[in-house]
């Protein structure tokens, strides 16, 4: 049975703060909702062209990733298939895995969403910053909402823009 969330934690690890997708993986391999058949967690250094395959039969999907151009603590924003997105062949962005979902499957992908959590330090070799590790704890607040109500007009609700700031999550939370 494919589990109904597929929340995808994409980093390095041996590149500071490009770890928090691993990092945040880690935690939330933790919760009990990961265990009981409804989130599936997957793990990888980048997005590749057969992570369309992961996309199907799922009800919502999850992007978490460091990100260098949102504004701190995070952004959390859903995404579209785009064939306008650039890609190589060896890594994707997120709306290219859903673009080659459609191409691959011949219809819509499940409902995303990108959480690109601010990194500030992604140097080889260097640890996590004491400010990405802020970044990701109110990253996890976000994500005990998301996971504790995994509906698309929920995750909606809590998209950066429909409220106005990644602050306003983390204080409703």
Request: glycine fraction near 10%; hydrophobic fraction near 50%; proline fraction near 6%.
């Amino acid at each position: 049975m494919t589990a109904p969330v597929a929340v995808f934690c994409i980093g390095n690890p041996s590149r500071g703060d490009d770890a928090l997708g691993p990092f945040i993986c880690g935690e939330l391999e933790k919760w009990p909702e990961i265990g009981n058949g409804q989130v599936e967690l997957i793990e990888d250094f980048q997005l590749q062209i057969e992570h369309a395959l992961d996309l199907v039969g799922r009800q919502l999907v999850l992007f978490i990733d460091a990100a260098t151009t949102t504004q701190a603590p995070f952004d959390f924003r859903r995404i579209f298939a785009s064939t306008a997105v650039a890609h190589t062949s060896h890594a994707l962005l997120p709306e290219a895995v859903l673009q080659v979902f459609c191409q691959t499957e011949g219809g819509k992908p499940p409902p995303a969403f990108v959480l690109g959590v601010r990194g500030e330090s992604f140097e080889l070799g260097a640890a996590v910053s004491a400010a990405a590790m802020a970044h990701a704890a109110a990253a996890m607040a976000l994500l005990t909402r998301l996971l504790g109500r995994p509906e698309l007009a929920a995750w909606e609700s809590l998209t950066t823009g429909a409220i106005g700031s990644a602050a306003a999550i983390v204080d409703a939370g």
